[in-house]
């Protein structure tokens, strides 16, 4: 499974990268206006420092302008994956963009239906949100599950990136249902290698090496 940093945050995305094993980054209007800098600065930074595919929203809501600002995003670095709401007007942008070569992110994805019109219009990806799912109390899990099987069925070659994501378990079941890509705070990637008897156990054989009068 890759594992993507869900931010605009460039430090955080610099320390993920330095253990060498993130995969890509995934952005949204929210997480973008948090940082307070030029959107096209931030993205071209973020390419910089990861080589993998970085997702970059339009705010666009209308299949024109959403094809538009898809372009121009795309532009910005080859790694750019466009990404655009699961509204109707989105898929349309999706299959335009997906017919140009660009590779798209339907995000925003909350239902089976949605996911499988995403895959029909050519998206790169799917963003199922699960968190925001469990969040009112529906079974954010199932979701993947279902988009997993239905996706099988038809030899769709869209990702499941597995988003919306909240605590180590979360990308646990993301692994277990298959899905290709989990997208996550830093703060759930930092957990992610954390264990107490991992520490303990360091501690004590470094103690029992050093008591022995080890060099
Ligand atoms: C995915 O690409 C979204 O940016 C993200 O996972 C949303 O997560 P949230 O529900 O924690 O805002």
Not at 1 to 7: A, E, H, N, R, V
Request: with cysteine; aromatic share 6%.
């Amino acid at each position: 499974m890759k594992l993507f940093l869900d931010t605009a945050n460039v430090k955080e995305i610099q320390e993920a990268a330095s253990l060498g094993l993130l995969d890509g980054v995934t952005t949204n209007p929210s997480l973008v206006a948090k940082e307070g800098r030029s959107f096209r600065d931030v993205l071209e930074e973020i390419c910089r420092i990861v080589d993998g595919p970085v997702s970059a929203e339009v705010v666009a809501v209308e299949a024109d302008a959403m094809v538009k600002e898809g372009r121009d995003l795309a532009k910005i670095h080859k790694n750019i994956v466009v990404k655009v709401p699961l509204i109707p007007e989105g898929l349309k942008a999706t299959k335009r963009l997906s017919s140009e070569g660009i590779k798209v992110n339907v995000t925003l994805c909350f239902s089976p239906t949605q996911a499988l019109l995403a895959a029909k219009a050519g998206a790169w990806c799917v963003s199922p949100f699960i968190g925001r799912l469990d969040d009112v109390s529906s079974d954010g899990m199932a979701l993947i599950r279902q988009i997993i099987a239905i996706y099988k069925n038809y030899s769709y070659a869209t990702y499941v990136l597995v988003a919306s994501v909240r605590h180590p378990q979360h990308v646990v079941e993301a692994a277990l249902a298959g899905g290709h890509i989990c997208t996550m705070p830093y703060a759930v990637f930092q957990q992610l290698v954390k264990h107490p008897l991992t520490d303990v156990g360091l501690k004590k054989f470094l103690a029992d090496w050093e008591s022995r009068g080890q060099k």
